[in-house]
């Protein structure tokens, strides 16, 4: 199964806390088939005087999407990342986000399959477009070339 991650941080080291992410990554979920350049971020949904690195990442695994949750939650506590507290967004060492996994369309308490913000946020389909731009959203029915070039037309005012 192709599974999509997105891959975020904006305190310390980014770089190296993006690779360290991709080589845990790598060793507990399954292995890359694309990987998308690293994107500079504003922060989105918070004020913060640090930018983020962003990226995407393919991987191909057995797992099931729990257990992909279970483990991406892992990789952030070994990489140093802290509870959550509240439910404002905040900085962060790493943050790894279950975008797609293949067309499964899944809503519990714990995980909601596609990602439900995916669509909104520049940051997520910027470098998924990249790396898969035929992949179809399978709630929306869009390509994520489609919803990128949306989303960046909805900012434009056309006189």
Not at 17 to 33: D, N, P, V, Y
Not at 59 to 80: A, F, N, Y
Not at 104 to 124: A, D, E, I
């Amino acid at each position: 199964m192709t599974v999509y991650l997105a891959l975020g941080t904006n305190l310390g080291d980014r770089y190296s806390h993006l690779q360290e992410a991709r080589t845990l990554i790598a060793g507990k979920i399954g292995s890359f088939s694309a990987i998308s350049s690293i994107y500079e971020t504003e922060p989105w949904g918070f004020e913060s005087e640090n930018k983020f690195l962003n990226q995407v990442v393919a991987v191909e695994t057995d797992l099931s999407p729990l257990e992909i949750l279970d483990r991406t939650q892992e990789i952030e506590r070994q990489i140093g990342r802290k509870e959550k507290t509240g439910h404002s967004y905040q900085d962060r060492l790493i943050d790894i986000d279950l975008l797609l996994y293949g067309d499964t369309v899944l809503n519990t308490g714990k995980l909601q399959l596609p990602h439900p913000l995916l669509h909104k946020r520049k940051f997520v389909l910027e470098p998924l477009n990249e790396i898969a731009p035929d992949l179809v959203h399978p709630v929306l029915g869009q390509t994520s070339r489609q919803l990128y070039y949306w989303l960046c037309e909805k900012h434009f005012i056309f006189l």
